[in-house]
C-alpha cells in the first residue's frame, strides 16, 4: 500500500493533468506486462509500431520488470494541464543523470528484475547505458517520438477529447460533493481515508511507503482499470518529483482507432467528411439533403464523442472535425 500524508498545504496542491506521454507509457506498459487486456486493434497498432520502427530498448524499459515496474522518468511531470507532445519528449531526454541511475537501480536490482525472480536485467539496457545516462536519455526520447507517432498520435485527438471531458466530470463532482468523495471514486483502488491519500496495490505485500506531499498530480488514462502510483520516493531521492498517480477515465475501455468509434455510422460518417472546415448545422443539413433537426443530432452525439469542435461565430454554431477523426 501506498500513503499519501497531505496536509492542508498538500490538498490545495492536488491538481490534474491530461498527458500524451503518459498516455504512451500506459500503453507500452500493457503491451509488455498485460496485452491481452488491449483490444485487438491497439495490440496490433501498439506491437507493429514497436518492430517496425525496431523500438526495442522503448520496450524493453517501458514494458517494465517481471513485477511490472517500469522507470518512472519515461512519464515526465506534467507542468501545466495539458502538456504537448515535444515538451514531454524533452522532459524525457534532459532527465537529470542521477534521476536515470537512481530508478534504473530500483529497476534492476529490486522492483522489477528482481534477482529472486529469475529474470536479469535484460542485456540491451545493459549495453545501451555503456554509453552513459545521457546517451540513454537522448535515445529513448527519440524512440518514444516514433512510437507516439505511428502508435497514438492519430487517436489522439479523441483520446485528449475524453480525458479532458473526464476531468471536466471530476471537477464538477469535487464542486457538488467534495475533494474527499471525489477522491474515493477515481480508481477500485484509491481511497482517502484520515487526511491520507491510500493506494492499495495488487502486490500490497511488496510495495508499502508512506510519503508526506505538498502537491499530488493526477491523470486520467484510457489504457487502466486500476489506479497506478508513479514517481513518489522516500527523502533524499534525487531530483524529487511529486507523486502521479494514474486513474482510469470515466468507462476506460481501450479506445479503438477513431475509425471505428462505436458511435460512427454511414450518417456521422458523411458529416464527419463535410467538416473539414468548420461549418453550421443549417449548412450540413443542406449539403446532405437532411432536416436542421437530424443533422443537430448527429452533431450533438459527434461532439459528446469528442470527434468534432463546437464554437460560436457570431450568431451561429459552427462544428469542425477533431485532426484524424476520419
Known amino acids: 500500500m501506498i500513503r499519501i500524508r497531505l496536509g492542508a498545504r498538500g490538498l490545495g496542491g492536488v491538481r490534474f493533468a491530461v498527458s500524451p506521454v503518459g498516455a504512451a507509457k500506459d500503453l507500452l506498459r500493457l503491451v509488455g506486462f498485460s496485452p491481452g487486456t488491449l ?7 501498439a506491437t507493429d509500431a514497436l518492430s517496425r520502427h525496431r523500438l526495442g530498448l522503448l520496450a524493453v524499459v517501458g514494458g517494465g520488470g517481471p513485477l ?33 541511475r537512481y530508478e534504473l537501480a530500483g529497476a534492476v536490482n529490486g522492483h522489477a528484475w528482481d534477482p529472486g525472480s529469475g529474470h536479469p536485467p535484460p542485456r540491451q539496457l545493459l549495453r545501451a547505458l555503456d554509453r552513459g545516462e545521457d546517451h540513454f536519455a537522448h535515445r529513448l526520447a527519440d524512440e518514444m517520438a516514433r512510437f507516439w507517432h505511428a502508435a497514438l498520435a492519430p487517436s489522439w485527438p479523441v483520446i485528449r477529447a475524453r480525458l479532458e471531458a473526464d476531468v471536466t466530470a471530476r ?27 491510500l493506494v492499495h496495490m495488487r502486490t500490497d505485500s511488496i510495495h508499502q511507503l508512506t510519503l508526506d506531499a505538498d502537491a499530488v498530480i493526477l491523470t486520467p488514462s484510457v ?7 508513479c514517481a513518489g520516493e522516500p527523502p533524499g531521492a534525487p531530483a524529487p518529483r511529486t507523486p502521479l498517480i494514474v486513474y482510469p477515465a470515466a468507462q476506460a475501455d481501450c479506445l479503438p482507432p477513431a475509425q471505428d468509434h462505436p458511435l460512427i455510422g454511414a450518417m456521422r460518417r458523411k458529416l464527419l467528411a463535410e467538416l473539414s472546415q468548420p461549418r453550421s448545422t443549417t449548412e450540413l443539413a443542406q ?20 470527434l468534432v469542435t463546437r464554437t ?15
Open 39 to 45: 483490444t485487438p486493434q491497439w495490440r496490433t497498432r
Open 68 to 100: 511490472g515496474y517500469a522507470p518512472d522518468f519515461i512519464r515526465p511531470e506534467p507542468p501545466a494541464f495539458l502538456t504537448d507532445i515535444n515538451t514531454g519528449l524533452h522532459q524525457i531526454a534532459t532527465t537529470p543523470q542521477e534521476r536515470i
Open 171 to 197: 471537477a464538477s463532482e469535487i464542486a457538488r460533493s467534495g475533494l474527499a468523495e471525489a477522491l474515493n471514486r477515481l480508481a477500485p483502488n484509491l481511497e482517502w481515508r484520515d487526511g491520507e491519500l
Open 223 to 229: 489504457f487502466v482499470d486500476w489506479a497506478l502510483f
Open 287 to 306: 449539403r446532405l439533403y437532411l432536416s436542421p433537426a437530424t443533422a443537430s443530432y448527429h452533431l450533438q452525439i459527434l461532439h459528446r464523442a469528442g
Open 312 to 326: 460560436r461565430r457570431s450568431r451561429h454554431v459552427l462544428y469542425q472535425r477533431l485532426g484524424g477523426a476520419t
